[in-house]
């Protein structure tokens, strides 16, 4: 049996909480540094608490430990990594070589973060033989892409994005921040430059198109192809968002874990989910409610046009109609969607700005808007990106999650033992026979599990079974097996740490590697690799992002896939508003654009 394992972010304590509730199989966290989301850390007793809670569930935890880090950080990643591992984490994802080294002197599993650029079976071969026990792959890549690592490396876990935001350049890959605002990517600090405006400029600085957003890029969705990611050889399915709130995560996790329950009830001889329980939800899991800037499912079955959002980086949320007439300071909608009063609304005007706005009253499809928006007009689309409805039965207790277990009572030499799934407790008590069958009360009394995340049906009681057992030692017995139970917890096997087998992915640039402390520096220079200082450590010449995202190719003149010939003067460049220009070179034999600095 394979199992698939659904990967949920957690922007905290109470977001890890909630995922396990809506049925992830792992959660992903940050620690208070050294996490590719600075913004989001989390304490290590939270981090123990979660870890004691997911793993009542069979549930992991993984935290990322993603960045890169300079010399004077070493000591306290490592006193870091040290804590991760009395907290019981189940595996620490990185980026850095050195932080990977100190990981598994610990004792650590570890996780090839997507940071490490990981698009080949070349990568992943040589990944996996330095000991990572997963490799997470680059969101751009095909299912087929995704088959062809699988079929030459199968001995390694393949980790893929499902849902959620779409970097534009290949992670890891990505200095923009770093070059334009002294916010490192690789350090957790992203200032987000592809969801900036820009200007498109030809070779000769004249205005081909004006203020859109050319790098942004639509929200991943694979809901619908997860069957494909499976047959693919990924076995876990990671949901993009430890910068989202509680509410989005609980949605999102309960859709897909509907989605994978789905699919393994289809193929039940095959598969399973890598942990225990069921859930039951006061709410109808929907993703067109929760935070997105429309749907993509990206590079997933060749290169699609339409994978960018030009006109806003915002949410747009769910498609609910077309404005039909306006009347005073309100308006009726074409559609079948309700609605609620304090939904948050939006349109694209007629200058391709996002527009929005804020319902105070409804009355069946009229809308009376808190201040009717200016540009609204009759035939324009309407989107609803806040909910109402949906956030208030999010905000409150929304799932439970329970896990079947089996009990069975025996006596023993000195009393009686119970035993729950993998433990046992025992109890040292007089065996007196019993008057009447003592069956009905030890089984009221023992499958009393309300307030655990337990339930069994019946206890097994073997048939010449006839002792009576107070109510109160079988409450206490109950109780012990309980607590056994919460922490019980199969440690992972580690993957032995291993010397490299293969030749390291080698880049046209050196500070690509990414390489900004001695012990990451040490590790390369074994492996007589030329890795340079990190551009962090010192900017230098060549691209500050490279992306399978190509403008030529979604303007419709990419001629290599039957687009229109440009008869624009190329290079193209790209102008923020603060005049600064970047050039776009086409590599069309690796199939992806290149964005330099100009100087």
Known sequence: MRQLELLAPAKNLECGMAAIDHGADAVYIGAQRFGARAAVGNSVDDIRSLCQYAHRFGAKVYVTVNTIVFDNELEDTRLLLQQLKDAEVDAVLVQDMGVMQMAQEIGLTVHASTQTDNRT???VRWLSSLGFARVVLARELSANEIADIHREVPETEL????HGALCVSYSGLCYASQHCFGRSANRGACAQFCRM???LLDADGEVLDRQRYFLSLKDMNQSEHLGELIEAGAVSFKIEGRLKDVTYVKNVTAAYSEL??????????AYERASKGHCSYTFKPDLRKTFNRGYTTYFLNGRQPNIASFDTPKAMGEFVGTVKELRGHSFNVAGVASFSNGDGLCFVNDNRELEGFRVNRVEGNRLFPLKMPENLRPGLRLYR???????????????????????????THAGFSLRMNDVEACIVAEHQEAQKDPRENINRQLTKLGGTPYECSEVDIPADFNFFIPSSLLADLR????????????????????????????????????????????????????????YEIRPQQGPIMQCRHCLRYSLGFCVKNGGRRPEW???????????????????????????YANE
């Open 121 to 123: 079976p070349q990568k």
């Open 569 to 595: 003067k190329e290079p193209l460049s790209l102008r923020l508003g603060d005049g600064r220009t970047f050039r776009l070179e086409f590599d069309c034999k690796r199939c992806q654009m290149n964005v």
């Open 385 to 411: 990106n806040n909910d109402q409805e949906m956030e208030r039965l999010l905000a409150k207790s929304s799932a439970e999650r329970k896990v079947p277990v089996k009990m069975s009572i025996r006596a």
């Open 479 to 534: 109780r012990q097996v309980v607590a056994l139970q919460d922490s019980y917890h199969q440690k992972p096997m580690l993957t032995p740490r291993k010397c490299a087998t293969c030749d390291a992915q080698t880049y046209d640039f050196p500070y690509l590697y990414n390489v900004s402390n001695k012990q990451a520096r040490q590790f390369y220079e074994q492996l007589n690799v030329s890795a340079g200082n990190a």
């Open 260 to 269: 994978l329950n789905d699919y393994i009830r289809r193929h039940a001889s």
């Open 197 to 199: 405006k820009f200007d």
């Open 159 to 162: 980790e893929v994005f499902v």
